[in-house]
């Protein structure tokens, strides 16, 4: 938690008022572009609404959750934000583009764009620090604060909804207004007021079925529900056994899944991102099976330092290999 008190900043010169909200948030906004940041949205912190607390449950229990257990835990802090953070007044929720310029060879074994360069909470998580020391030198009053980048039990795609941000879609993923859903989204909580943002109501997908007819695990259900354990990105991320995935599920993919992203109308013609951190790493992009196959679990280290390939680990996608090969059979 980083908290900011009165010694840690410089004194107010008399005869100069106090930054207004409205200015401490446009502030942020600025800032958070200049660190590449494509939305930013405020919401007013509360306790989260019980009809999407009961949708939450539903969800979990009617579909499971697999190896992800932690989903089942700390209820309380997941719909109460003042759990995260007491004294908590604002949300702020930010995207980042990470649509890749340059893809992987289409005949190679497929990697989920997200997971194309260096772990993206790492690298949004020392965004959100810069930011926060910029407010911390240019806000005249105390406050504390916490930053998230999907690390902490707090119903992000709701709040992305609640500040503006985004719209969910019928493939679960919060879609960006001229972005799409290639955004990572991120939270601050703040004990300043912040002025909110309008919510983004109603669906974008209206009259679309496209992610829930692309989807080859049909995880995608047309009454808006979501089968997780039955995701291909569930399958060769999240699963913890060795035994090799659904040979019935036609895939190239051995590491997460845009099969429904990249069907989607509101990804088509997108603008890449131009983050350093998030290109594609080069030997992955002509990557073939032979090529996986032979990397032993200590070049599989040294080239995927700090890549979020370590998630699934080397004998994860040696599963995921595995099940390639079935699949041609």
């Known amino acids: 938690m980083l908290g900011y008190s009165t010694k840690s900043l410089k004194s107010k010169p008399v005869g100069v008022s106090m930054k207004t909200p409205s200015i401490l948030k446009e502030f942020l906004k600025a800032e958070a572009q200049s660190l590449g940041f494509v ?39 997941r719909f109460d934000p003042a759990r995260l953070l007491p004294g908590v007044k604002s949300i702020v929720v930010l995207a980042f583009n990470y649509y890749p310029p340059i893809l992987q060879e289409k005949k190679v074994p497929q990697i989920a764009y997200f997971a194309y360069g260096k772990d993206y909470h790492r690298v949004l998580k020392d965004k959100l620090y810069i930011l926060l020391e910029k407010l911390k030198h240019h806000c005249e009053e105390p406050f504390k604060a916490r930053p998230f980048v999907d690390s902490a039990p707090l119903t992000e795609r709701f709040w992305a909804r609640e500040a503006g941000v985004g719209r969910l879609g019928r493939n679960g993923l919060i879609i ?89 109308p509101h990804n088509q013609n997108l603008s890449p991102h131009k983050e350093e951190n998030f290109l594609l790493n080069e030997r992955l992009r002509t990557m073939n099976k032979e090529d996986w196959e032979n990397l032993t679990p200590e070049e599989f280290d040294q080239l995927f330092e700090a890549s979020p390939l370590q998630r699934s680990g080397y004998k994860g996608i040696l599963r995921n290999l595995k099940a390639l090969e079935k699949k041609k059979q």
């Open 39 to 77: 939305a930013l949205g405020v919401a007013d912190a509360r306790p989260v609404p019980e009809e999407v607390r009961e949708h939450y449950r539903h969800e979990v229990t009617t579909y499971g959750v697999g190896d992800m257990t932690y989903l089942l835990k700390n209820e309380d802090v």
């Open 176 to 264: 960006v207004p001229h972005y799409g859903s290639f955004c990572f989204l991120s939270e601050i909580l703040l004990t300043l007021h912040l002025p909110p943002d309008a919510p983004l109501i109603g669906s974008p997908c209206e009259g679309c079925s496209r992610c829930i007819k692309a989807c080859p695990a049909h995880a995608i259900l047309a009454d808006g529900s979501f089968e997780a354990t039955r995701c291909i990105s569930y399958q060769t991320i999240e699963r913890k056994d060795t035994d090799e995935t659904d040979p019935k599920t036609p895939t190239h993919h051995i590491f997460g899944c845009d099969i429904c992203q990249q069907v989607c």
